[in-house]
């Protein structure tokens, strides 16, 4: 108890300081925080921060520094405000990815910094969806022998590829063969 108290003076004494030869970015950073936690509430069942104010058209938060502000004046997402504020600045070259899948949380300790693909693989997009197939429409394997990778990086199953080419050509006796048997 004594510890706290004397961590929270020491506090106020910095921001009081700090306060009488300018406001500093970290110190605008909590502030701007603390009007994304005054505009949010929390989710009981999932410990999610659900943010209630302005939402952008993927459902992420974003806030805006007041006009007399040592930050630049643009929006910003909300669960970047709050993670600066508490867990410290978001390496250079990573962005936040949401563990818990709700755009509108900005609990810092639902995000983690990770590189930009890895962001995308972890989430419901097509990019992701179609990197976590392993077999084609028809059922035949995504890898090795079978799989052919075209000039744009799509993988491609050999065996549909095959199917196609010879229906497209009107072949009246077409070969099966499959790529994948260990014949």
Known sequence: MVIASIVAASVVAERSAQSI???TMLETMFDLAQR???NSIPEPNSGCVIYLGFLDRDG???ITPKRKSTLKR???MAHRVTYEAERGPIPEGLTLDHQCKVACCCNPYHTEPATFGDNAMRGNGPAAKNARKTRCKRGHPLSGVN?????NGARICKECRNIYQRQRLGLKNPRVTYACSAD
């Open 36 to 38: 994304v936690y005054d």
């Open 74 to 76: 643009f929006p910003r």
């Open 21 to 23: 030869w300018g406001i």
């Open 147 to 151: 799989l052919f990778i075209n000039v």
């Open 60 to 62: 992420y938060g974003k």
